[in-house]
């Protein structure tokens, strides 16, 4: 099936720092969203992004939707310990009526 | 407050039992899904309902069954439990299909 490929897997950064991950396809997408998961908690909605080219901030988290239609990225500026997480990325293929497939996800350390 | 609600949040089951895990969404959403989650997979569809009266199996359906019971609620049964079973079963709802999903909080399933 259908497969986004997001990287890095894990990221180890130092409080305060910005941070950046990516989601590529090999198939074009309508739709990304980004989605963060809190440990022992279910993901939540970050950003959702629906025109190529749009960029999207939502307070320190600025996701855009890239140009191929076949990747895009998430950046976090100054990053907090409430930033601990995974990060999923997730995409419709064409229509509304697509499911929505997830990556595997970023998983976010903060070092104090 | 508004949202997916899982039960039961843990639970322990041998080898051959069989039980059903439960979710309920207060949204008035049209569709519904169970996801599992195991560790550097992701996010993994097992089956969905586009909308009541409808279901259909998703990425990895063998071994579990669900039902549409109504519009609320959305069960998924696992009639003869295996250890490959063990996982985080996420229910997730959307007002229509495709549309960005709400999830509940989890079921941590061990099968011993």
């Known amino acids: 099936g259908q497969q986004l490929n997001q990287s890095p897997q894990s990221m180890f950064i130092q409080e305060g720092e910005d941070v950046s991950m990516n989601c590529t396809s090999s198939?074009?997408?309508?739709?990304w969203l980004w989605y963060k998961q809190d440990p022992g908690e279910g993901p939540v909605l970050l950003i959702a992004?629906?025109?190529?080219?749009e960029l999207t901030s939502n307070g320190r988290l600025t996701a855009q939707f890239g140009i191929t239609r076949k990747d895009s990225f998430l950046n976090i500026s100054a990053s907090i310990p409430s930033d601990v997480g995974i990060y999923f990325c997730?995409?419709?293929?064409?229509?509304?009526?697509?499911?929505?497939?997830f990556g595997k996800g970023t998983r976010l350390h903060i070092l104090p | 407050n508004a949202g997916v609600t899982q039960t039961p949040k843990f639970q322990v089951l041998k080898t051959g039992q069989s039980m059903t895990l439960q979710c309920a969404q207060d949204?008035?959403?049209?569709?519904m899904y169970w996801y599992r989650q195991d560790p550097g997979m992701g996010l993994r569809l097992i089956y969905y309902?586009?909308?009541?009266?409808?279901?259909d199996k998703g990425e990895v359906p063998n071994g579990y069954n669900v039902s549409r019971l109504n519009k609320r609620e959305f069960s998924l049964r696992l009639e003869s439990a295996a250890p490959s079973q063990t996982s985080v079963y996420f229910c997730?709802?959307?007002?229509?299909?495709?549309?960005?999903?709400?999830f509940g909080s989890g079921t941590r399933l061990t099968v011993v």
């Open positions: 309902s586009a909308s009541e009266g409808t279901t």
């Open positions: 198939s074009i997408f309508n739709t």
């Open positions: 992004l629906y025109k190529a080219g």
């Open positions: 949204m008035n959403h049209n569709s």
């Open positions: 997730a995409g419709q293929l064409r229509s509304r009526d697509d499911k929505i497939i």
């Open positions: 997730a709802s959307s007002p229509e299909a495709g549309y960005g999903y709400t």
